[in-house]
């Protein structure tokens, strides 16, 4: 029934089943620690909680079939998802990212895995043949996030995955902000995609955790290898709040879509309003690239003022009363941040302003509320 169902159908129903027990159609929490066994090392496929859980064994299913991978795994964070992938790695390995990613994911590489020997270098992506000014004898992965963090850029994942393919090395793509829902990068070529579930997928901002999905049985052995040893792995209650957000994540994606174009296209009209980052316009870099490998355009957009104030941008942050001034994305209501002083900070100032991360961009995760309320709220906070 999965392989052949539609998304929202797996949406709903994939990796779930009826309790046995007392047939109950939701997907029980299974908050245990450990689990009895028959006999030393004889158990059902459970013997202790941080290896494996009902709850996130069904979860890590559903998030699968979304991909339409073979392997899921969930994590206790979307970064402790990238430090498990990252794991995989050795000291004197390379890694070419796109440089214009998440801040968090920046920090970790710069600040923790520099310093156990493994390099990162950052690249323009818009045009996937430079990927290969980066390649030498130790690069093992190429790192991309698509539609990028905060500049919305789309980078050519299939062209990623023909590089990849012809050096033997690993395609990450993390998927977070464009969901399973809008692009699925495995079925572009990708070896591994990745995501902060506590975005879309969970969908209520009221969860945090991470996943991983992957058709390579060995390297779904190994992160599952890394999950138990290093612990990462998030709780029965963490998984069945983020199983029950999937099972709207198609009908809350529609509507994203809806909202993310009519705010687009109210900023970009806006006398105020300087520079507009939204895939969905045709003159966006890239934007055919989008077309092709995405089923929409998604509710992230960034933009800059015409004053390139900081201050501005600052006081058009604190005036907004529908978007509220917080970090993350992905939730059913609408938020407003501003990259250089939240989620980008750790990346330093010449680099951020290089990609594009000036002081005065601000960014948007547009809710799912009534259209015409988010947009008279901007109108009312840009003056």
């Not at 879309?200 to 991470?210: A, E, F, K, N, P």
């Not at 501005?312 to 992905?330: I, Q, W």
Request: proline share 4%; charged share 20%; with cysteine.
């Amino acid at each position: 029934m999965e392989q052949k169902s539609r998304f929202g159908t797996r949406a709903i129903h994939a990796g779930q089943h009826p309790d046995p027990s007392t047939g109950a159609i939701m997907t029980p929490i299974y908050q245990t620690s450990t689990y009895v066994q028959e006999s030393p090392g004889k158990h059902k496929g459970y013997a202790y909680a941080r290896g494996k859980n009902p709850t996130r064994v069904a979860l890590e299913a559903c998030i699968a079939s979304l991909e339409n991978a073979k392997h899921g795994l969930c994590f206790s964070s979307g970064q402790g998802a990238e430090d498990a992938i990252i794991k995989l790695l050795r000291p004197g390995d390379e890694v070419i990212a796109t440089d214009d990613l998440y801040g968090g994911s920046y920090r970790m590489f710069t600040k923790i895995f520099s310093g156990f020997g493994i390099v990162f270098h950052f690249a323009d992506m818009h045009n996937a043949s430079n990927i290969r000014n980066y390649l030498n004898e130790k690069t093992r992965m190429i790192w991309v996030e698509t539609p990028t963090n905060p500049l919305m850029k789309i980078i050519d994942i299939s062209g990623c995955a023909k590089i990849a393919n012809e050096k033997g090395l690993m395609l990450v793509v993390d998927n977070t902000f464009a969901s399973p829902y809008l692009q699925n990068p495995l079925d572009l070529g990708a070896t591994i995609v990745t995501h902060s579930a506590t975005k879309y997928i969970g969908g209520h901002s009221d969860v945090v955790m991470g996943a991983v999905c992957t058709n390579d049985d060995k390297i779904h052995e190994d992160l599952a290898f890394i999950a138990n040893s290093c612990g990462a792995v998030p709780g029965p209650m963490d998984s069945f709040l983020v199983l029950r957000g999937l099972k709207t994540l198609h009908v809350r994606m529609q509507m994203h879509c809806i909202n993310g174009k009519a705010i687009a296209e109210f900023l970009r009209s806006h006398p105020k309003v300087d520079k507009v980052y939204w895939p969905g316009f045709s003159d966006h870099p890239n934007h055919e690239i989008a077309k092709r490998q995405m089923r929409g355009f998604g509710g992230m957009i960034s933009f800059t003022l015409k004053s390139h104030s900081m201050e501005d941008a600052f006081a058009l942050a604190s005036r907004t009363r529908v978007f509220s001034l917080a970090e993350s994305l992905g939730g059913v209501e609408s938020l407003i941040g501003h990259p250089a002083s939240m989620t980008h900070a750790a990346i330093p100032k010449e680099q951020r302003e290089k990609s594009g991360v000036v002081d005065s961009l601000l960014r948007l995760s547009v809710g799912i509320e009534d259209t015409e309320d988010l947009v008279e709220d901007l109108r009312n906070a840009i003056g």
